[in-house]
């Protein structure tokens, strides 16, 4: 079936968040190869935006170029989440720390309202919204900060940030416990507490590790 086409935006962008979406849920797999041809026959778009799509998604590490020949959803390991971590916590309690300082009466109302999406997103066990909520909730402290240097380094980690979250919020209790950790999180901010924000957010980070290390292995 093929999408349909937006001319507000160009067939690169298009066939960009056709196949991002199909990553970041799964319908393309770690390790799966892409071909071109295969994705110009479902979009009813030519190769050459297809090409450049592919490119861009390379840039982010969410494709690779598999050693057996074509173009593969790239297979993070351990190593790549350690990596990813690392970042993570050098920047984010950074960021809830800003955001505590800087956050404004009408921010307050908009990330209360996101918290409380959340909550009802988690007592309905909405995995899938839970996720996308999640994702808003991180970028959204991130905004708040106030930093647009911090901001630009962690959208660049955006995608791979994103899969890595995908990853630990399947693993079972950890919904629960992610939901109450952004609970706090967001209270804090609310009320300008930053140390405690910035505390909070490296307790969240830590945990999601330890979650994620008790589940996997390269």
């Known amino acids: 079936m093929f999408i349909e086409i937006d001319s507000s935006q160009t067939l690169q962008n298009q066939v960009y968040g056709y196949l991002h979406g199909k990553i970041m849920n799964g319908e393309l797999a770690p390790g799966e190869r892409i071909v071109e041809q295969r994705i110009s026959q479902e979009t009813g778009i030519s190769r050459s935006p297809i090409r450049e799509a592919i490119r861009r998604l ?4 969410l494709v690779a170029v598999s050693p057996r020949g074509g173009v593969r959803v790239y297979r993070a390991t351990s190593s790549d989440y350690k990596h990813l971590y690392e970042c993570r916590l050098s920047l984010e309690p950074t960021a809830a720390h800003l955001a505590a300082l800087r956050i404004n009466n009408t921010q307050q109302v908009q990330l209360a309202d996101l918290i ?3 909550n009802l997103a ?4 909405e995995i899938e919204q839970l996720k996308r909520l999640s994702s808003s909730f991180h970028r959204m402290i991130l905004d708040l900060s106030g930093n647009p240097y911090l901001a630009k380094m962690m959208h660049q980690l955006n995608s791979l ?5 995908n990853a630990v919020l399947n693993i079972p209790n950890r919904l629960e416990d992610g939901a109450r950790e952004h609970n706090s999180i967001g209270l804090a901010i609310c009320n300008k507490e930053a140390e405690r924000a910035e505390e909070l957010m490296r307790e969240h980070i830590n945990k999601d590790y330890q979650f994620f290390l008790s589940k996997h292995t390269d």
């Open 122 to 125: 988690a007592e309905k066990r």
């Open 161 to 165: 940030i994103t899969l890595y979250r």
């Open 116 to 118: 409380e999406a959340m």
């Open 58 to 61: 390379g840039s982010e590490g």
